[in-house]
Every structure is written in structure tokens, then in C-alpha cells.
């Protein structure tokens, strides 16, 4: 098992900075690859960027060039450094992780493992 814990959300003026953070325990040296994916109120779960372990990265259209996603091996943690915030960008963001390689890495099924969230509030 691995367990996920967010951190680092938080509410924010529009064009903002913040930086999420994402804690690994367990067995993480089982998982292959993470992502963050987050959800308004009222809407399904959104893919917003994911890497693995050989440093390959995928984003969102709707995030590229603002957001960007990395991991330290060491600390057992994932980021995502998300820059000039819109108030779109309002939602609960969640890490995930899993298990082994796949094509598609943007849909929540791919992923074996979620934390709890973290609230992002953007004003404008």
C-alpha cells in the first residue's frame, strides 16, 4: 500500500502563485508514476498534469505553461508549482499514483493510489 498526503492549497488572487506538495509512504518503490488531478464542485475529476520515474511529464491544455509538475525521489514527494492562477483553477486538488505503465495517463482509472486533497481558492 501507499498512502498520499497534500498539502500546501490554500485561497489565492488571481495571477498568484502556489506550490502543492504531495507526501509518499509505504511502498512507494511499487508505484511507477503520479499525477495531480483535481475537482470543482458539482463536476467529474480533472487530469491536470502527470510524470514517472524517468522524468517524462504530461499537462493539462488548460494548465501548460503554468503549472508544472516534478517529484524528488529522496523526500518521497510530489510537487505541482502552479503559477499566474485563474479563478478557474478553483478546485480540490488531488495527488494520485500507480502502479504500472499505461497509454493513457489523464483518466483517473489509470491510478491505483489517492490522497485526501487539498482546497485551492482562486478570487479574481
Request: aromatic share 10%; charged share 20%.
Amino acid at each position: 500500500q501507499v498512502q498520499l498526503v497534500e498539502s500546501g492549497g490554500g485561497l489565492v488572487q488571481a495571477g498568484s502563485s502556489l506550490r502543492l506538495s504531495c507526501a509518499a509512504s509505504g511502498r512507494t518503490s511499487s508505484t511507477y508514476g503520479s499525477g495531480w488531478f483535481r475537482q470543482a464542485p458539482g463536476k467529474e475529476r480533472d487530469f491536470v498534469a502527470a510524470i514517472n520515474w524517468s522524468g517524462g511529464s504530461t499537462y493539462a491544455d488548460s494548465v501548460k505553461g503554468r503549472f508544472t509538475i516534478s517529484g524528488d525521489n529522496a523526500k518521497k514527494t510530489l510537487y505541482l508549482q502552479m503559477n499566474s492562477l485563474k479563478p478557474e483553477d478553483t478546485a480540490v486538488y488531488y495527488c494520485a499514483a500507480r502502479k504500472v505503465r499505461v497509454r493513457n495517463v489523464t483518466t483517473p482509472h489509470a491510478y491505483d493510489y489517492w490522497g485526501q486533497g487539498t482546497q485551492v481558492t482562486v478570487s479574481s
